[in-house]
């Protein structure tokens, strides 16, 4: 499967097993979603399970966490992230401490699935990375895949999990990897060993990190898009270094045994994402490693990630972390 089959498939999975998941949003309905991922749900499961919603990101979400309370286990679709703000305050100020306000009385059972990220010349409002902001928020969980086998086990559990999950969907990779250059042809999901995903239902374990692969030199904590960016970079690069790859694939909750373990052997650690640097999810990490870590480190921790600018779209490339920067953050951390 791509990636968007594998979510759709998950959604398909999730409203069989349960009759109280409902999808809901922008054109998810008859159109099937601007990149089709709720194709074919609404004539499957009916108008009253997949809905179109108007274009008020505010209502959709105050409309799923009430929803939510009272027994269902509603699905929202924000069109792209960067259309998130508007509901900013029904996520941080409502689903986010519902469970905790309430004393466990009620819990909003929302997952709020959303594409982000660049990478397809989409320009300032349409290739944001906003995960960061609701990292911040104790309550809400944060969940990014980098596969379609990841994509469906992760969004199933999301949708069986009793807490609000943001699950941020990297546009990039929708119908495949590709290299880390914008102008090679995509590789296609076709052929890729973590495209084979299993019919039915089955779950991947929110808050475990997988290890793409290993090496001795250098740990490298990364997610979504750049997880192919920085394994196609590895790849090219002749005197690339020996990496222990790590994929958070959940931001929160983190694996923090995973990554301290491999900086642990590696001595080194390089913090790759596309959002912007300052307060991006790298400076947690980093300071995690910092703190737990120190006295394993021969180099100072350093990051590679967008620039805090907006978005730019004739610029994308040079915003976008690639296999330039990531050269060049590579040797200078082994010389480090």
């Not at 991922?37 to 274009?55: C, E, H, N």
């Not at 052929?191 to 250098?218: M, N």
Request: aromatic share 10%; charged share 20%; with cysteine.
């Amino acid at each position: 499967m791509t990636m968007i089959q594998a979510i759709n498939d998950a959604l398909d999975v999730a409203m069989q097993r349960d009759d109280t998941v409902t999808v809901m949003g922008e054109d998810v309905g008859f159109f099937g979603g601007v990149f089709r991922a709720t194709a074919g749900l609404q004539a499957k499961y009916g108008t009253s399970r997949v809905f179109d919603t108007p274009i008020s990101e505010c209502g959709i979400i105050g409309v799923a966490i009430g929803m939510g309370a009272y027994g269902l286990r509603p699905v929202p679709e924000i069109q792209f992230a960067d259309y998130i703000y508007p509901a900013l305050d029904q996520l941080v100020s409502e689903a986010a401490r519902l469970r905790y306000r309430s004393a466990g009385e009620f819990t909003a059972p929302l997952t709020l699935r959303s594409p982000f990220g660049g990478g397809i010349f989409g320009g300032q409002t349409h290739s944001q990375s906003p995960e960061g902001i609701f990292t911040h928020c104790s309550g809400l969980k944060t969940v990014i895949p980098s596969t379609p086998y990841d994509a469906k086990g992760l969004l199933i559990a999301s949708i069986e999990d009793n807490d609000p999950v943001l699950f941020f969907e990297p546009k990039r990779l929708y119908n495949g990897p590709f290299h880390g250059h914008y102008d090679r042809p995509a590789k296609g999901w076709a052929g890729h060993p973590d495209a084979q995903v299993p019919e039915g239902h089955y779950r991947v374990e929110i808050g475990k990190a997988r290890v793409v692969r290993e090496g001795s030199d250098l740990t490298i904590l990364t997610y979504g898009t750049m997880v192919h960016v920085v394994a196609s970079t590895l790849d090219e690069l002749e005197d690339a270094p020996k990496a222990d790859l790590i994929d958070l694939r959940s931001l929160i909750p983190l694996d923090i045994e995973t990554i301290e373990a491999s900086v642990k052997k590696t001595g080194r650690c390089l913090i790759v994402h596309e959002a912007t640097r300052t307060s991006g999810f790298g400076a947690e990490l980093s300071a995690l490693v910092q703190e737990r870590c120190f006295h394993h480190l021969e180099a100072p921790v350093q990051r590679v990630t967008g620039f805090d600018t907006p978005y730019p779209h004739a610029l994308e490339w040079a915003y976008f972390p690639g296999p330039v920067r990531l050269a060049q953050a590579f040797k200078q951390i082994m010389k480090d």
